[in-house]
Structures are given as structure tokens and as C-alpha cells.
């Protein structure tokens, strides 16, 4: 991967969502064989963001054939569209069905590192009883 860039800037999720050198969760769905996480969502939320997938693959530091290539593995996964093409301009927009997607994984991850903030919570109680 000669072309991904070293910089790669802040998680556009929310706080605490991503977490790589900290405890907490990272959830990875598998619909249909196939697996949708915390980077392809990201990347997901980006294109929603910013209207355009050459852009969000900017942000996060890989090519835009590299973005094309893991967001059409989300896509496989369902039977509706999550993403399409602007009229008569560049850019992409997310579908209502995409959207809806998007709100319910970033739903359950909320739900998933409030739940593991307790699960830490209570194993360092225990830690320090004994």
C-alpha cells in the first residue's frame, strides 16, 4: 500500500467511538457474509459528510479506488442502494436507506461503549479490591 498516506486525520464518528490505544469497543457486523465495521463505516459517514467519495478518501488517508472498493462491500451486503450518484454534478449522496444504515450502526456503537465504559468500570472496581 505504497499510496496510503501517513497522516491520517481524527475519526470523523463520535468521541470514544474509535478507540485504538484505549479500552473500548469496536464492532464489527457481519450481514450476509459480509463484514461491516468501524473503518468502512467511517469511511461511510465521510461520504455522507463531505457529498463525495473522492473526498472522504482524502480524509482518511487511501486512494478513492480503495474507498469505492469497501464501500461496494457494504453495498453487497443489502439489496438497497446506500449511495448514488449526484444529477448532473460530481459527488455522491447518501440514500434514505444508506442513512438509516449509518444512524443505526452509529446507535449501536453508542449503545456498545456506554456498556463497556460500565464493563471497565466494574473490572477495575474489582481490580483494586484484590
Partial sequence: MKNRSTHIKRSSL??????E???GVRIK???QGHMIGAGKM???HL??????????????GMSTKRATLLLKTIEEAFPTPILEKKRGSKGTIITPFGKELLE??????????????????WVASKQTQG
Fill in 14 to 19: 463520535p468521541p470514544n467511538l474509535v478507540n
Fill in 21 to 23: 490505544n484505549d479500552n
Fill in 29 to 31: 457486523v457481519y450481514v
Fill in 42 to 44: 467511517e469511511l461511510f
Fill in 47 to 60: 461520504v455522507a459528510q463531505k457529498g463525495s467519495i473522492r473526498s472522504a478518501a482524502k480524509s482518511m
Fill in 104 to 121: 443505526r450502526y452509529l446507535k449501536l456503537s453508542i449503545q456498545l461503549s456506554n456498556e463497556s465504559k460500565d464493563f471497565i468500570s
